[in-house]
């Protein structure tokens, strides 16, 4: 299992493990047979609880060694004990058994390949290319449609990764997985103290950025202005100043846009006087803009790919400030909001009287009918399940080719098999996606990333709640600004305000039209078959001409174009 960097390798009985002793633990018999090896890049959080599962306390054990210990007294169940952020492989010699396992939310990225008659299980899929890999076309096409690829899959046909919360097994001469963490397998509950509720969230967060603020390292933050990211700074800061050994922020990072809605200056100069911490705007940064370097190379796609130039610029910054770590306020917005569905789980629970009054609050709130909010809510979410049973289908573009369009409608989500808990399903798959929408790209190459609300711990808390909790009329993400009272700023606490880019892109196609004109030309994806190149300059056009719309349809295939472009195979 290699990460970060090219290494020794030492042989294991059949395996092939990096000879850095960090990365590789092992577990002997008297007789010095290797019985059980761990290998992988592990990050445990709440490492305190382990103490009474190992009977001691951990000490100076590192997390990997923790991992060991749990699996020799556990066994195939080892993985339930633990929580964090990890990508192993562990070999079983009394069973010849190899296991490859990946963290519930997908913070850690695994990847594995048959080859040489063996397989090989790495974090960065350009580990395992061969000069004459192609792409997998159905993973491109998905992206082209919605942003991120099948989640086993990869942007190369013999490349797959390991789903979150899933384990691969491989003896006895075969290959099965096994899920271990599923978010719908979470229900509700229906009766909860609304302020015990918001002690214990504010208290399961605390615990996250304790985890994850490194006492030898110099952490930074992301620092938008919006509700997570102000959380995360003033909780950090509201924690040191209560813990000698905690330290403050070595400073944060906000992105400022002076066109349309993208310059939320004004909340986030709120939390650095508030804090007192240092802070470093980047200011209008567009996509595609060049800075003199070749635009680099990265493991998968993304969407935000075409930020290279600005993201390599703060990668420089925080480095060359002796920033170490960037915490990020990546993750409320897939588990603490949600739509109006849950209704419709009132309904077939029998709750009608309540899902109307909830309804009520819902018009008065949004200066709406009751009858909108009672057919978005309910009826349409049941109509679809019990009737229709297929969800909405997703309008694919005119420029996709008919290879790639008969591909994605025949992978178009499966029939609603019930009507239950349609809201906890929605709010699961949200979950899903997490591990595609975490931004791996350039900043990775210069600090390690780390997200205090993807606290395992965090979610599965917050997944317990009643909708209403989080799915809240007045307040979005009701429990977090509820917890945070006190701290954050009252002004950024109660906003009901959110800034977005939509404007920055439709001026960014305008800008760079001439050189994504020329990326279309040369366009890797109408090589392959995803695309028509002459509807897709015909969209560009309209893009650049102000079609708002268009502009956001195109930025899976440009930025998937460009990341292509760049040469992201190995060489």
């Known amino acids: 299992l290699n990460n970060r960097s090219a290494c020794e390798w030492k042989f294991v009985g059949p395996l092939a493990l990096p000879a850095d002793e960090t990365r590789v633990v092992t577990a002997c018999s008297d007789d010095g047979v290797v019985n059980v090896a761990c290998a992988g890049d592990v990050r445990l959080q709440q490492r305190g609880e382990l103490s009474a599962l190992l009977n001691g306390p951990t000490g100076d054990a590192t997390d990997l060694e923790l991992v060991l210990a749990l699996v020799l007294k556990f066994g195939p169940e080892w993985f339930t004990t633990i929580a964090g952020e990890f990508a192993i492989v562990i070999w079983d010699s009394r069973a010849n058994h190899v296991s490859l396992v990946r ?3 997908g913070l850690a990225t695994l990847y594995h390949r048959n080859m040489n008659g063996g397989l090989k299980a790495v974090s960065t899929t350009t580990a395992l290319l061969a000069a004459n890999d192609e792409y ?73 950025l ?44 906000t992105f400022i846009d002076s066109i349309g809605s993208g310059d939320e200056s004004v909340y986030s100069d709120l939390v650095v006087s508030q804090c007192r911490v240092r802070n470093e705007k980047i200011r209008d940064y567009w996509m595609w803009r060049q800075d003199g370097e070749r635009p680099p190379r990265v493991d998968q796609p993304q969407l935000n790919y075409p930020f290279f130039a600005r993201d390599r610029n703060v990668g420089m910054l925080v480095k060359s400030a002796g920033g170490e770590i960037l915490l990020s306020g990546c993750g409320p917005d897939h588990y603490l909001t949600g739509d109006l569905s849950y209704l419709a789980d009132m309904v077939a629970r029998g709750s009608i009287r309540e899902a109307i009054h909830q309804s009520s609050t819902w018009a008065r709130a949004l200066h709406i009918s009751i009858w909108k909010v009672f057919g978005t809510g309910v009826v349409e979410p049941l109509w679809r399940a019990k009737v229709c049973r297929r969800p909405a289908p997703r309008p694919i573009p005119k420029w996709v080719s008919r290879v790639a369009k008969k591909q994605l409608r025949g992978r178009q989500e499966g029939p609603v098999t019930s009507i239950d ?55 979005v993400k009701w429990i977090l600004r509820e917890s945070m009272s006190g701290i954050l700023p009252e002004k950024i606490r109660t906003r009901r305000t959110k800034g977005w880019i939509d404007a920055r892109l439709t001026w960014s196609i305008a800008h760079e039209y001439d050189r994504l004109n020329a990326l279309i030309a040369t366009s890797v994806l109408a090589e392959v078959g995803c695309v028509e190149p002459g509807g897709l300059r015909t969209a560009l056009l309209a893009a650049a001409r102000g079609n ?22 190995s060489d």
Request: glycine content about 6%; some cysteine; proline content about 5%.
């Open 421 to 475: 808990s349609i809201y906890e399903k929605a709010i699961a798959k949200k979950i899903r996606d997490i591990s595609s929408d975490i931004d791996r790209g350039v900043l990775d190459c210069y600090v390690e990333r780390r997200y205090p609300f993807l606290a395992q711990r965090l979610i599965e808390y917050s997944l317990g709640l009643p909708a209403s909790m989080r799915t809240h009329p007045a307040r």
């Open 136 to 208: 997998d076309t159905v993973f491109l096409s998905e992206f082209v449609l919605r942003g991120c690829g099948p989640f086993r899959d990869t942007a190369y046909a013999n490349v797959k990764a390991v789903e979150p919360g899933t384990m691969v097994h491989l003896g006895k001469c075969r290959e099965y997985e096994s899920t271990f963490w599923e978010a719908a397998s979470f229900s509700q509950c229906d009766s909860v103290d609304q302020q015990e509720a918001c002690e214990e969230f504010r208290r399961l967060l605390s615990d996250s």
């Open 103 to 105: 963290d519930p939310i």
């Open 210 to 253: 304790i985890d994850n603020i490194d006492p030898e390292r110099s952490v930074w933050a992301e620092l938008s202005g919006g509700l997570d990211s102000s959380a995360v700074v003033t909780l950090a800061d509201h924690l040191a100043s209560g813990d000698a050994a905690l330290p403050a922020l070595g400073g944060t990072v």
């Open 548 to 569: 708002s719309d268009t502009c956001r349809e195109l930025l899976p295939v440009l930025a998937l174009e460009s990341w292509l472009a760049a040469g992201s195979r």
